[in-house]
């Protein structure tokens, strides 16, 4: 499947009076359907909302009848989400299946046909929720990846009872390219030559969705749609098809799910596997994306893995406007109940870094996922190390620049410097080269300890927030033994601890309100708001002591039996 998205921006307020649908139907989707039933050698994706589904029906009639038409010879196909909201907010399983469910019954009802794909911005996958979509015989999946340049990795796909699921990544590149020209009217030869080259180095066998916003085409004059017929032809002339079926799509033999804002690479879980042994947990969970399986199965029959994740933190991106504490809560407490149901334990260890977590724990094995932003790039592994192993995606740090008197948000991602018998040393540098952040994390038994080294090389002084959120899972008193008994070690320079934050303070720091529904007893969470003069380096330390989650695990005469 490789589409073309046309969808407005428009689209995604839920406030949406009749000045704003008559403008929508009449100066945008009217135009384009009639420019593209002349072109029947295109085939597109066709993205909108329920409410406007109604309003079209009820105001349009002759533009309802245009869109079956486009559907019935099949060069349209729709792509659904919530009734009001375009972008899928954030919502319980439940919740979504319900919403696509009533758009199904609402697509049948007006163009008599199956709706099998809707559009996911922000949402909360968990098997169940697949079972669901899969009965409900909804097959795939769009969620956005705004990758700047290159295609995103996809698609992800999953199956059940001999049926199939499949995410599939949408690429943001072209439109933000559209929408830069036609806010500017900028050269149009130089958005010709940038879609040109996108095309040329695309991957012609990928599956991958692009979202052009037709809001920004037609802003572009009376005769927009020579934007369109650019974009085809260029990638028609690079041996690129678009097609709007999930007919052609190659599956793998292990069946898995990824999904979110940001994608793991689609060679993961090969990568993963082949290392010598199988792992006994793993959890990841990354801004705004979760990896979430049910079923992988490794190569040469190997054990089943089961596996849950979820989104933990939206780092208040995507919180304003959604009522977002009560329903995060819902959502947390939704895949926390799910976890007590099965026969899958809360991850042991997690570390977040403001955007970013992953967990892996194996056992006598030290094993590393290299990420950066967001996408596992390699799979590192070192024998006879210890058998927890920490690692981050990119987490986001708020910069003051004091030459412009405003906090910026940036991005950065770690890499691996040097992995020891206990030892983890982990290099941290943003996009910004504002600083850079050497973490060496130390774990004997019952005690693990971080060594930060923190340098300025912005050649000016600098001010931004560090924090380091670690949950131990239910049953470990963190913060008796060590959360607030002076078990810290101060930092040695002008780097301060502003304090540390528990399940009272998460709604009034950082916006950090969608954690408060963990089991505070398991958390431990220092953090900083640091100053650095031009050139200065800084070093501190910090530790928390949980002898029951280091302890050894005692093999069982039944496990043992069951080695032999």
Known sequence: MRNLILGGYSCISDIKDASRLTAFADNCLAPLLQYLYKNAHFEFTLYISGEEMDWIDANRPAMQKLISRLIKRKSVSLLISSRNHSFMPISTSQDIADQVERMRVQTRKYYKSKCRGFFAFAGFWSPELIAKLIKSDVAYSVVPTFVKDGFPAGPFFMSEHGKRFVIYPSDFYLADKVREYCENLSDFDRLKSDTERF????????????????????????????IIDMIFNAFRDSGFRFSNTDDDISFKKMDYLCSGSYLFGNDFLGRLFKTDDTFDKIAMISYASSLCADKMIAKKDRETLKSLSMPLSYGGQFVKGYDAPERYREVVLEFLSGLNSSNIRIPEILELDFMGLMVIRKKGYLAFLDID???????????????????????????????????????????????????????????????????????????????????????RSISFSFAQFFYFGNGFDVKAEGKQSGDFALPLSSAQPSGFLDSDSFSKTRQNDCLSALDPSGMYMPYYDVSLSSDEVVDFRYSVNVPRFFAKEKKTAEAIANEN
């Open 199 to 226: 095309a040329a180095r695309s991957d012609k066998d990928k599956n991958v969705s692009f979202f052009l916003d037709f809001d920004s085409i037609m802003s572009a004059g009376k005769s927009p749609f020579f």
């Open 373 to 459: 932003q967001g996408c596992v790039r390699r799979v590192l592994s070192a024998k006879n190390a210890h058998d927890i192993c920490f690692a981050a995606p990119s987490f986001r740090d708020v910069v003051q620049d004091s030459r412009k008197g405003r906090s910026l948000a940036k991005y950065g991602s770690y890499r691996l410097s040097e992995v020891s018998d206990g030892r983890i040393t982990l290099v941290y540098q943003n996009d910004s080269l504002d600083y850079s952040v050497k973490k060496t994390f130390s774990f004997s038994e019952g005690n693990l300890s971080c060594d930060v080294t923190l340098t300025n090389i912005a050649m």
